[in-house]
């Protein structure tokens, strides 16, 4: 039977696919298809019913033709309504923002208009985003060049730009980065997705430029430390990306925009290790391959170069990259979120609200979805 789901049983009859594509998704969870069904819930709410179907009996057998596959397989075709997202990065300093783009590139379900540097270093940062987009082939992603603010210089991935010439890159170059922030957001057709996985204070100088961007897009962030620390820590801290500049992040968290973000409660949690960080290594895929280039020269940098043979750091901003998509694996709430003047996201009935992943309820799931993403098995 060619065109069979996973188990190999033949759909039959609109009501009975309904009931086979739940039946079907217990099985493929437990063998470890949990990237493909997220796509298959994405599309499901996008497209009709009647297309859901044909979609999901192509996607079947599309699962059913990958079942034990490991890794560099076909990437994901174009999603059929990707949204429209700007990553904000202060990439270059922790390794997790390389990790994060990387991810994003791999995700059918956003499109990345703009690459945009946060908090200072901009030209270390604009040229590590060139080559990146570049090795990997997407240099038609445009990148945004922040203001020339403290702090300057490089950081750990110098090495790796020493001699790469930004002018030369294919795409288009925004010196005025905060510019064209707005541009994308204000002349988008659709709701465009901000996520910031830095420091903010080119996010809060956009919303001072222009406010009615606060009202086309939605905001989702790595931010704040709500009930736990770095590493689980029971008592919860002035996480860096709020801390560095808590003023710019009581003007972004306070916006009108829609809000989500990932606190350490929950992206402090993440790394990978075992089988899908081999995986990750053995790679072919140039984003891959481009990560662990990066995440092997950082750890040398710090003096641990072991450790990238065998797990990655802590993947704090791939978090955010996921909640622009997808909630599924996090426990949500909305509680008020005050920033204080020293940088800590305090619970405040009186305050903002927002949407916080408070809890993981599936982290291993992520993990695998991480994984398969970045290793290119995605199907949709
Ligand atoms: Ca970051």
Known sequence: MGRSPPNG????????????????EVVARKAGF???????????????????????????????????CRTDRPTAPPHSHPIPVILATDIGDDIDDTWALGFLLKCPELSLKLAATEFGKAPYRARLLGKFLQQTGHANVPIAVGPDVEPRGGGPLADWVRDYDLSAYPGRV?????????DVIMNSPQPVTLICIGPMANVAAALQREPRIARR??????DGSVRLGYGGAKKPCAEWNVKADPAAAQKGLSAGWDITITPLDTCGLVSLDGARYQRILRARDPVPATIVEN???????????????RHSSTLFDPVAVYLAFSRRFCRM????????????????????RMNV?????????????LTERLCGVVMA
């Open 9 to 24: 049983k033949p759909f039959a009859g609109v009501a009975g696919l309904w009931r086979k594509f739940h039946r079907d």
């Open 217 to 222: 897009a939605r905001f989702v962030g790595m």
């Open 295 to 309: 995440y092997r020269l950082w750890s040398r940098a710090k003096g641990n170069e072991a450790a990238a043979e």
């Open 34 to 68: 949990r990237a493909y069904y997220e796509n298959v819930h994405v599309q499901a709410m996008q497209i009709n019913r009647r297309r859901f179907i044909k979609a999901s009996a192509g996607a079947a057998l599309s699962a059913g033709l990958f079942a034990g």
């Open 174 to 182: 925004h010196a005025d980065g905060v510019g064209a922030m707005i």
């Open 357 to 369: 992943a408070t809890a993981w309820n599936d982290l291993d799931g992520f993990r695998d979805l």
């Open 333 to 352: 709430e909305r509680p008020g979120i005050r920033v204080t003047n020293d940088g800590f996201t305090v619970i405040d009935d009186q305050a903002r």
